[in-house]
């Protein structure tokens, strides 16, 4: 008979094999990997409905001392406001960024004159488009990007493109670029 040392609601089973809840598990990677992989992985639950009767904060509340709680009171923290849900691990990385960098917060996934946009500042006139090469490699969609840029300037709105080498590889340049670009004055209509 399988004894686990773990509390009974900590603990589910998939197909008779028993494993941890997805809140249990998403603090347990908390301990082990980068806090943007674990709000990934959080979103993912989220947007997945992968809920359990004993969630994150019971489970902060229950383990203060426990590693990764920093973690994972942050994740909660940006899930109330709703300000972390992405679709991809180069978002995910952004908005890391982002927060490292210390630039103003922003709204992943925004409509802007009914363009679906990256990431927004909309108090600014800033919108930030992450390239990623398996999305924007085809002709088409480098077609469609170059025609949203052009409408969303036309209208005011200031696009740049960032690319997984930028965060990777020149954060520094970036970061600073984005701050020249956030302070100076909107153009919009």
């Known amino acids: 008979m399988y004894k686990s040392l773990l509390p009974p609601d900590e603990i589910t089973s998939v197909q008779a094999i028993p494993v941890t809840t997805v809140p249990r598990t998403l603090l347990d990677l908390a301990s082990t ?3 943007h992989q674990v709000e990934r992985a959080a979103n993912e639950a989220e947007i997945r409905g992968l809920t359990d009767s004993l969630s ?4 902060v509340a229950r383990y203060p001392r426990r590693r990764g709680v920093p ?6 923290e940006r899930l ?3 300000t972390t849900l992405t679709r ?3 978002e995910a990385r952004f908005l890391a960024f982002i927060r490292e960098s210390g630039l103003p ?3 992943p996934n925004a409509l802007v004159l009914g ?3 990256d990431f927004v500042w909309r108090e600014h006139g800033v919108i930030a488009e992450l390239d990623g090469a398996a999305v924007h490699r085809t002709r088409a969609a480098f077609h469609l990007d170059r025609a949203r840029d052009r409408a969303l300037h036309a209208r005011g709105w200031r696009v740049v493109r960032v690319t997984w080498r930028d ?3 020149d954060a520094e340049a970036l970061a600073t670029d984005l701050r020249r670009i956030l302070l100076a004055p909107a153009r919009r209509p």
Not at 71 to 76: E, N, R, V
């Open 33 to 35: 990997l980068p806090p």
């Open 56 to 59: 994150l904060a019971d489970l």
């Open 71 to 76: 973690t994972i009171k942050s994740i909660l």
């Open 80 to 82: 109330e406001t709703g």
């Open 88 to 90: 991809s691990e180069l």
């Open 105 to 107: 917060p922003t709204s």
């Open 115 to 117: 363009f679906e946009c």
């Open 167 to 169: 965060l990777e590889h």
